[in-house]
Each structure stands twice: as structure tokens, then as C-alpha cells.
């Protein structure tokens, strides 16, 4: 499937909805005006590709609601050439959005399988994150630190191993709660211990869970 005139049409119309929801960087509209979500859906659900709803992709997870991708990343400040590390690739739409924005971009999943079908995704698109398949708890200590953290699934705590990958002026963008809601909080660190941590409303993601999975 290719990106088609009309796909380019519904798009412009949920990236104005984003903005009229309050969605105010236009670099991050620009970004997601660019990437092809429906090229990421799970073909039962393709039609549905650009209206503003989280949708089911393989293995039980999730590809997210299009205000949630943009609300996450305006918050993460992205700009161009920082190294970025995404917990939970999934689809690999995220991950798409941030290289659009001109990101050094490490993604990690524990699904295998999604693992797998996020590059063949990305790929043709020429969409170039570094993939990783393992546990996001423990980040990616040997590529650390990195400007800026996002994690796409909701954790019971702030993972201490990530703020400790962190670079100093860095920001972590993490939603944070159990299966009933989180809170987003972004962290920034502002020099070896000192974190300043905000929140930033309500939302509800599948959960981050420990170790990989086949
Ligand atoms: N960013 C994704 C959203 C995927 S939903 C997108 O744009 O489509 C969250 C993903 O996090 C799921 O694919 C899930 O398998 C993954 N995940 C959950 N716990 C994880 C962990 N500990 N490490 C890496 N990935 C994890």
C-alpha cells in the first residue's frame, strides 16, 4: 500500500484536530503530517488509520492514539541530532515520528515478533532507528547516556536504570500508574542526582513488563 492523496487529506484533518486538542509545537504536527500511520495499522483496522484512537496491533499491544503521540513528544523537546531512546517500539510509528524530527533514535521491544515487523515496516519507508530486542527496564547501558528517554507503556515506577542513563540537561517523558491510568511525568536531570519531576495529566497505555518475551 502506498500513501495516496486522500491518505495525505485525512491526515492534514487529524493533525488540525491535534492542534485544536491543544497540541502546540509545530515541529511535532509537521512530523506526524509526514509519517503514513496507516502504513503501521493492523490491516483489520486500516480504514481507521486517521482518526484520533489508540488501535490493537499484533501480540496483544497497542499502536497509539495520535494526541498521546503528540503530547508525549512535545514534551520530550526533540531536536535535531540528540540521541533519543525509546522504551517500546510496537508499531515503530513513534520511533518514526522521531526520526522525522531529525533524532538519533534507539528503539527497544520485548516482543520478538514486533521486534521483527517494526523494521519491515520502517524500512521502505527509509526510516533508520537503531532497533533493539530485550527488556526496556534496563535500558541500554552501553549506548547511554541519551538526551532524552520516552517510554510508550505504563510503568509502576520511574525505572531507576533509565534515570541513571539520562544525560545532565536530559528529559525522560513516562507514563506512570497501574492498568487502571497514569499519570505522565517528565523528569528532567539537572546535574548527578537532582531530577525535577512534573506531571502532566492522565492517560492509559498497556503495561511495561519485565524481561523479553518470544
Ligand atoms: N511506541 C509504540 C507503542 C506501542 S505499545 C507505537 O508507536 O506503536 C507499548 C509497547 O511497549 C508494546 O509493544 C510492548 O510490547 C512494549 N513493552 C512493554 N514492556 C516493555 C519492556 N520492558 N521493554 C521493551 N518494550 C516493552
Redesign the pocket.
Known amino acids: 500500500m502506498q500513501d495516496s492523496y486522500r491518505h495525505k487529506g485525512l491526515r492534514k484533518k487529524l493533525i488540525d484536530s491535534l492542534r485544536s486538542k491543544g497540541i502546540r509545537d509545530e515541529s511535532v504536527l509537521d512530523a506526524m503530517n509526514k509519517v503514513p500511520r496507516h502504513l ?1 495499522m493492523d490491516s483489520s483496522f486500516i480504514n481507521f488509520s486517521y482518526i484520533d484512537k489508540a488501535f490493537p ?1 499484533s ?1 496483544g ?4 492514539q495520535p494526541y498521546t ?1 503528540a503530547f508525549q513528544t512535545e514534551l520530550l523537546e526533540v531536536k535535531k541530532h540528540l540521541k533519543v531512546l ?10 518514526a515520528v522521531l526520526v522525522e524530527l531529525g533524532a538519533r533514535v534507539y528503539t ?4 520478538r515478533e ?1 521486534y521483527l515487523s517494526a523494521q519491515e515496516t520502517l524500512g521502505p519507508l527509509g526510516y533508520k532507528p537503531r532497533f533493539f530486542y ?4 534496563e535500558g541500554l547501558p552501553s549506548f547511554a547516556p541519551f538526551d532524552r528517554i520516552l517510554v ?2 505504563a510503568a509502576p515506577e520511574i525505572p531507576e536504570k533509565l534515570k541513571e542513563q539520562l544525560a545532565d540537561g536530559g528529559i525522560m517523558v513516562i507514563p506512570v500508574g497501574n492498568q487502571f491510568g497514569q499519570k505522565m511525568a517528565r523528569i528532567v536531570r539537572e546535574g548527578n542526582d537532582n531530577f525535577h519531576y512534573s506531571e502532566h495529566g492522565y492517560f492509559s ?7 523479553k518475551s518470544k
Open positions: 503501521f496491533i501480540s499491544q497497542t499502536i497509539s503521540v525509546e522504551v517500546g517500539t510496537g508499531s515503530g510509528y513513534q520511533a527497544i521491544e520485548r516482543i514486533l530485550g527488556d526496556g527496564y510508550t507503556a497505555f498497556v503495561p511495561l513488563l519485565k524481561g
